[in-house]
């Protein structure tokens, strides 16, 4: 379609001789012939470009433009000023309104053509332009979105300002890493449709993720109910170690919601298990052109995940290498060494409770109290292999139990930090039954040649009873 020109003047001789000579390349053409009948005009048909006379009655061609200006509809709108007024400071006036060029009268008919079509093919490519731009601000967004998902919107933001940022290949940096994962979860995945699953996985993720991004961490990772972050890459930071201890204390806080959630949903509360460590890495970008992912590689991030593996839920441990990292306070609850597998030495570990300033979060205190079973509990149990549960069956008994953790006296001695499937046969008037998953955590302080074992995951039927027995061995409030 032809472009449409707007040509405004109060003289019909005048108005005639331009519809002629531009009706004849093509152009379409409206009139007015004063200012106030050209608004109109414009307000109806928004022309391509406007020729506007100065020297009007009612509102001469000066106002005229101002008004279109001031218009966010119209402003964008070519005005060449059709004019005798050809003083430095009539012409210095009309291009401080707006307009984008002038041809003085008496005017020439080529000179004329010539400015409009310049003119016109330059409002066309600021029209693309601006249509490019619009598309690319879309796109920038979508990818800003897509990538915000694994890592926090500063470090998507930066990455995408930088062409750099998107590059093949790494550098070796010290970034600490921070590794999470679910208790209980498989086990209750089992009892689940596909569809729930994936829906309680969710309300998990969804909620850890906004926890990570507050705390600048990157997503390197999330393998079902596991999710590894790096702290310290893309974009450098001093205080990776502080901002990693404090997130993953803010993701343990966090189960709370995702645990009221989950039960509204019909579901069994989730724990949680995070391990922290602090050392050099290779980051960057590893695949292929088509497809890349940003990643922290080397032996210091199999390290994070080992000392996972010695958590138990609702606790968070930290290496020594991230402890001297941290300036600021922390709460340590508990310390111990540890074997981790395929490490060349031993590793010493922190539970951490709570940090300081600028960030004041701290876990609940746990009370460690067990109340003792009036009939000691006959169990049998194998202590699992990594992920394996080993064939050597083993007798025990349960003397003292909690909701989170019992005593276990057996003839085998416990190694600290064990996995142990326990299976607990059923009584009648006594208990249900069930399969209980737990990790040794120490030998009982007051009961010698017994182990104090956390559960990692216990039946529904056997964790009700365990809270009914729980229950009724508390005293009753006091009252008057």
Same mark, same amino acid.
């Given at each position: @379609?032809?472009?449409?020109?707007?040509?405004?003047?109060?003289?019909?001789?005048?108005?005639?001789?331009?519809?002629?000579?531009?009706?004849?390349?093509?152009?379409?053409?409206?009139?007015?012939?004063?200012?106030?009948?050209?608004?109109?005009?414009?307000?109806?048909?928004?022309?391509?470009?406007?020729?506007?006379?100065?020297?009007?009655?009612? $509102?001469?061609?000066?106002?005229?433009?101002?008004?279109?200006? *001031?218009?966010?509809?119209?402003?964008?709108?070519?005005?060449?000023?059709?004019?005798?007024?050809?003083?430095?400071?009539?012409? /210095?006036?009309?291009?401080?309104?707006?307009?984008?060029?002038?041809?003085?009268?008496?005017?020439?008919?080529?000179?004329?053509?010539?400015?409009?079509?310049?003119?016109?093919? @330059?409002?066309?490519?600021?029209?693309?332009?601006?249509?490019?731009?619009?598309?690319?601000?879309?796109?920038?967004?979508?990818?800003?979105?897509?990538?915000?998902?694994?890592?926090?919107?500063?470090?998507?933001?930066?990455?995408?300002?930088?062409?750099?940022?998107?590059?093949?290949?790494?550098?070796?940096?010290?970034?600490?890493?921070? @590794?999470?994962?679910?208790?209980?979860?498989?086990? $209750?995945?089992?009892?689940?449709?596909?569809?729930? /699953?994936?829906?309680?996985?969710?309300?998990?993720?969804?909620?850890?993720?906004?926890?990570?991004?507050?705390?600048?961490?990157?997503?390197?990772?999330?393998?079902?109910?596991?999710?590894?972050?790096?702290?310290?890459?893309?974009?450098?930071?001093?205080?990776?170690?502080?901002?990693?201890?404090?997130?993953?204390?803010?993701?343990?806080?966090?189960?709370?919601?995702?645990?009221?959630?989950?039960?509204?949903?019909? *579901?069994?509360?989730?724990? @949680?298990?995070?391990?922290?460590?602090?050392?050099?890495?290779?980051?960057?970008?590893?695949?292929?052109?088509?497809?890349?992912?940003?990643?922290?590689?080397?032996?210091?991030?199999?390290? *994070?995940?080992?000392?996972?593996?010695?958590?138990?839920?609702?606790?968070?441990?930290?290496?020594?290498?991230?402890?001297?990292?941290?300036?600021?306070?922390?709460?340590?609850?508990?310390?111990?060494? /540890?074997?981790?597998?395929?490490?060349?030495?031993?590793?010493?570990?922190?539970?951490?409770?709570?940090?300081?300033?600028?960030?004041?979060?701290?876990?609940?205190?746990?009370?460690?109290?067990?109340?003792?079973?009036?009939?000691?509990?006959?169990?049998?149990?194998?202590?699992?292999?990594?992920?394996?549960?080993?064939?050597?069956?083993?007798?025990?008994?349960?003397?003292?139990?909690?909701?989170?953790?019992?005593?276990?006296?057996?003839?085998?001695?416990?190694?600290?930090?064990?996995?142990?499937?326990?299976?607990?046969?059923? /009584?009648?008037?006594?208990?249900?039954?069930?399969?209980?998953?737990?990790?040794?955590?120490?030998?009982?302080?007051?009961?010698?040649?017994?182990?104090?074992?956390?559960?990692?995951?216990?039946?529904?039927?056997?964790?009700?009873?365990?809270?009914?027995?729980?229950?009724?061995?508390?005293?009753?409030?006091?009252?008057?």
């Amino acid at each position: @379609m032809s472009s449409r020109i707007l040509i405004v003047d109060d003289a019909p001789a005048n108005i005639q001789t331009l519809a002629g000579i531009l009706k004849e390349k093509g152009y379409q053409i409206s009139v007015a012939t004063n200012g106030r009948q050209a608004l109109e005009v414009v307000a109806r048909v928004a022309p391509d470009l406007i020729l506007l006379d100065v020297m009007m009655p009612e $509102m001469d061609g000066f106002e005229t433009c101002r008004r279109l200006k *001031a218009s966010e509809q119209w402003r964008q709108i070519p005005v060449i000023f059709l004019t005798a007024k050809t003083e430095v400071t009539d012409l /210095v006036q009309g291009f401080e309104l707006g307009a984008v060029d002038y041809v003085a009268k008496p005017f020439n008919a080529h000179e004329l053509l010539a400015r409009v079509s310049t003119h016109l093919t @330059m409002d066309d490519l600021r029209r693309s332009l601006a249509s490019k731009n619009e598309e690319l601000a879309r796109a920038h967004e979508l990818v800003r979105r897509a990538f915000g998902r694994y890592v926090s919107e500063e470090v998507a933001a930066s990455i995408l300002k930088s062409p750099e940022g998107l590059e093949m290949g790494g550098e070796e940096r010290e970034v600490t890493i921070l @590794m999470s994962d679910l208790r209980g979860f498989t086990a $209750m995945a089992a009892r689940l449709s596909p569809h729930e /699953v994936i829906e309680f996985l969710n309300v998990y993720l969804e909620t850890m993720v906004d926890v990570i991004s507050r705390y600048e961490g990157t997503i390197d990772e999330i393998i079902g109910d596991a999710i590894l972050i790096i702290f310290g890459a893309p974009l450098a930071c001093a205080d990776h170690a502080a901002k990693a201890v404090a997130c993953g204390l803010a993701m343990q806080l966090a189960m709370t919601e995702v645990n009221q959630r989950l039960r509204a949903k019909g *579901a069994s509360d989730l724990e @949680m298990g995070i391990g922290i460590h602090t050392g050099r890495v290779i980051v960057g970008n590893i695949g292929s052109q088509r497809r890349t992912k940003y990643a922290a590689v080397g032996s210091n991030v199999n390290l *994070a995940g080992r000392i996972e593996s010695f958590t138990t839920g609702g606790q968070l441990l930290i290496s020594e290498n991230t402890r001297e990292c941290i300036k600021i306070p922390l709460r340590l609850d508990r310390q111990f060494r /540890v074997e981790p597998k395929g490490a060349k030495s031993s590793l010493q570990l922190y539970e951490v409770g709570g940090i300081g300033e600028p960030y004041n979060l701290a876990l609940p205190l746990k009370s460690g109290l067990l109340c003792p079973l009036p009939q000691p509990l006959a169990v049998s149990f194998t202590v699992l292999e990594e992920k394996f549960i080993g064939r050597t069956v083993h007798d025990g008994i349960l003397t003292g139990v909690s909701e989170t953790e019992a005593r276990l006296q057996a003839e085998l001695q416990l190694s600290p930090l064990s996995n142990l499937k326990i299976t607990l046969q059923p /009584v009648a008037g006594a208990n249900p039954g069930g399969e209980i998953y737990a990790k040794v955590v120490g030998e009982s302080a007051d009961q010698p040649n017994q182990a104090v074992i956390r559960f990692t995951s216990v039946t529904p039927e056997l964790k009700a009873w365990l809270q009914q027995f729980i229950t009724a061995q508390k005293p009753p409030p006091a009252t008057g």
